[in-house]
């Protein structure tokens, strides 16, 4: 969800903000993950569960973003993501730079040939 939050502090503080496959809606998938046992992507050893609470408030969290994006994104996006509709990002940043690609994944393949574009992109913003 790092896309999502992301846009909701690039929207708050007027920040420009690269955007990597990223969920739009997170509210959405979260129900599906309420009182399961999850564990951090990081590998540390501690767990926590969803609550309904939870989704509750990140949908309070969605509701305060704007309907017309005002900050400065680029979305990188690939078609094959299989996590996530990349047309939903699609939609939402609208009027931003946007790169989709053919294929790839929601790890997005070959990141690494944007690094350069990305830092240039986020340090060369008025």
């Given at each position: 969800?790092g896309g999502f939050?992301?846009?909701y502090?690039?929207?708050?503080?007027?920040?420009?903000?690269?955007?990597?496959?990223?969920?739009?809606r997170?509210?959405?998938?979260?129900?599906?993950?309420?009182?399961?046992?999850?564990?951090p992507?990081s590998g540390?050893?501690q767990?926590?569960?969803?609550?309904?609470?939870?989704v509750?408030?990140?949908?309070r969290?969605?509701?305060e973003?704007?309907s017309?994006?005002?900050?400065?994104?680029?979305?990188?996006?690939?078609?094959g993501d299989?996590?996530?509709?990349?047309?939903?990002?699609e939609?939402l940043?609208?009027?931003?730079r946007?790169?989709?690609?053919e294929?790839g994944?929601?790890?997005f393949?070959?990141?690494?040939?944007y690094?350069?574009?990305?830092?240039?992109f986020?340090?060369?913003q008025?």
């Amino acid at each position: 969800m790092g896309g999502f939050w992301c846009t909701y502090l690039g929207e708050r503080y007027n920040l420009p903000a690269v955007l990597i496959n990223p969920a739009v809606r997170p509210s959405r998938f979260m129900p599906a993950y309420v009182g399961r046992v999850l564990q951090p992507y990081s590998g540390e050893a501690q767990e926590y569960r969803l609550s309904e609470a939870d989704v509750d408030t990140m949908e309070r969290v969605e509701a305060e973003l704007p309907s017309s994006l005002n900050g400065r994104y680029w979305l990188l996006a690939q078609r094959g993501d299989e996590t996530l509709d990349y047309r939903d990002a699609e939609s939402l940043y609208q009027g931003q730079r946007q790169t989709l690609e053919e294929g790839g994944d929601h790890s997005f393949q070959g990141f690494a040939r944007y690094c350069d574009p990305i830092v240039e992109f986020l340090f060369n913003q008025q």
